[in-house]
T-cell receptor, first 115, second 112 residues
Framework: EAGVTQFPSHSVIEKGQTVTLRCDPISGHDNLYWYRRVMGKEIKFLLHFVKESKQDESGMPNNRFLAERTGGTYSTLKVQPAELEDSGVYFC?????????????FGPGTRLTVL | DAKTTQPPSMDCAEGRAANLPCNHSTISGNEYVYWYRQIHSQGPQYIIHGLKNNETNEMASLIITEDRKSSTLILPHATLRDTAVYYCIVTIYGGSQGNLIFGKGTKLSVKP
């Protein structure tokens, strides 16, 4: 069974440009989460989808970040325009909605560098 | 903020047991203790979780004190591949609940 996949693995862009990160969750997982770790900081929650609906987006830093999950399958996280402080590693995770525990399966992350 | 306190780093000899402590003195009755780890350049990986009883799986054992204010993750025979940052996380039970709150974790170094 394929795990959570993320694309691209690395992205280097200039300040002011737009970047779109993609996450493909494990098939059948209704819950999809985005997290990020910026330089020197802890891993922080960004938002949580249940199917195509945003269950919790309290961690989104500002309106430059837009997450979507059309059809309840894969998700994209767009940063527009990117700022220097957006640099970091963005992780996606998924879990089963009917699961009896909060085991989230994480992808390998996308390393974003904003110059 | 994380609801847990962990030592920033620990060393362990290969083949020996690694015992990683965690304090969670403000844990509430409906919160579980989860452990994840992050091996360098990979995404976090689930290890084990528990409520109040001790738990064991193929990766580790979890010992929770009777008052639930602290716990210990035990890797019975640590290998070099267990070198990672280990996170103790307190969170509400349930697959539809939301986010994990990661603290700074404990950086475990397994040495030959």
């Amino acid at each position: 069974e394929a795990g959570v996949t993320q694309f691209p693995s690395h992205s280097v862009i200039e300040k002011g440009q737009t970047v779109t990160l993609r996450c493909d969750p494990i098939s059948g997982h209704d819950n999809l989460y985005w997290y990020r770790r910026v330089m020197g900081k802890e891993i922080k929650f960004l938002l949580h989808f249940v199917k195509e609906s945003k269950q919790d987006e309290s961690g989104m830093p500002n309106n430059r970040f837009l997450a979507e999950r059309t059809g309840g399958t894969y998700s994209t996280l767009k940063v527009q325009p990117a700022e220097l402080e957006d640099s970091g590693v963005y992780f996606c995770a998924s879990s089963q909605v009917s699961g009896f525990y909060n085991e989230q399966f994480f992808g390998p992350g996308t390393r974003l560098t904003v110059l | 903020d994380a609801k847990t306190t962990q030592p920033p780093s620990m060393d362990c000899a290969e083949g020996r047991a690694a015992n990683l402590p965690c304090n969670h003195s403000t844990i509430s009755g409906n919160e579980y203790v989860y452990w994840y780890r992050q091996i360098h350049s990979q995404g976090p990986q689930y290890i084990i979780h528990g409520l109040k009883n001790n738990e064991t799986n193929e990766m580790a054992s979890l010992i929770i004190t009777e008052d639930r204010k602290s716990s210990t993750l035990i890797l019975p025979h640590a290998t070099l591949r267990d070198t990672a940052v280990y996170y103790c996380i307190v969170t509400i039970y349930g697959g539809s609940q939301g986010n994990l709150i990661f603290g700074k974790g404990t950086k475990l170094s397994v040495k030959p």
